[in-house]
């Protein structure tokens, strides 16, 4: 298995020592594309049942030509970490890294409903997790979490800067014709062009991209299934 090869730091960690893991993990951060375009895109995506404090974690591989499914994984456990904006990946990575070790296929690509580098100290879920698994990565989230932008025209491929502290660090991207546009950043190993690209192209008649749109209904498949 794949993930057997990945070092993994500890989760159960007190806040500042959460700081300086992100500071840590941040210097790693790799923003060039890779030269082969994905043959496989996954989709990540967590779903939270509050009475009963669990998170359900799903991935969904697609072929990047078809967007047909591949395989579909997820796993399902009690956070360990409480929640504190920007400190969101220590709830939630350790069961989005229980459901990649569920995996037999390999992702080349991963986009995860959440943020790259749009994020306080630029380590946001999918750069956080892109860069421990060391794979080509994009966060596509459905709300700002910083940043300050102009609204993008309502027109399909739209777009507008995302800018933090001075820095580019994404785009508003409208998907679709007259709804509600995404926040697209790079985790790791991508461009913020390529990742816009990326999620455009994949964004078949929905706001959501394919990847994420199909993770969000297998986590909440999930989750209905094992609280019915």
Request: proline share 7%; hydrophobic share 40%.
């Amino acid at each position: 298995m794949w993930m057997k090869r990945v070092e993994i730091h500890p989760w159960a960690v007190s806040v500042q020592e959460a700081f300086r893991i992100q500071e840590e993990l941040r210097d790693r951060l790799i923003f060039e594309d890779v030269p082969d375009a994905p043959r496989t895109i996954a989709g990540i995506d967590v779903s939270f049942t509050r009475g009963a404090n669990l998170l359900h974690a799903a991935i969904v591989v697609l072929d990047s030509e078809s967007y047909e499914p591949i395989q579909a994984v997820s796993a399902t456990q009690e956070p360990i970490f409480p929640y504190i904006p920007g400190l969101l990946t220590f709830r939630e990575g350790p069961v989005v890294l229980e459901a990649f070790e569920r995996l037999t296929e390999e992702p080349d690509l991963l986009m995860f409903d959440g943020q790259g580098i749009a994020h306080p100290r630029g380590l946001g879920l999918a750069s956080h997790i892109g860069v421990l698994l060391d794979r080509p990565s994009i966060g596509c989230a459905k709300s700002r979490l910083v940043g300050q932008f102009k609204e993008p025209k309502q027109k399909r491929g739209s777009m507008r800067t995302l800018s933090y502290e001075r820095r580019k660090v994404g785009v508003v991207l409208r998907t679709k014709d007259n709804t509600r546009p995404l926040f697209v950043s790079p985790g790791h190993r991508i461009t913020v062009e390529t990742a816009a690209a990326r999620v455009l192209e994949a964004a078949r008649g929905y706001r959501l991209p394919e990847p994420t749109r199909r993770a969000h209904h297998e986590a909440a498949r999930v989750k209905r299934e094992r609280h019915a």
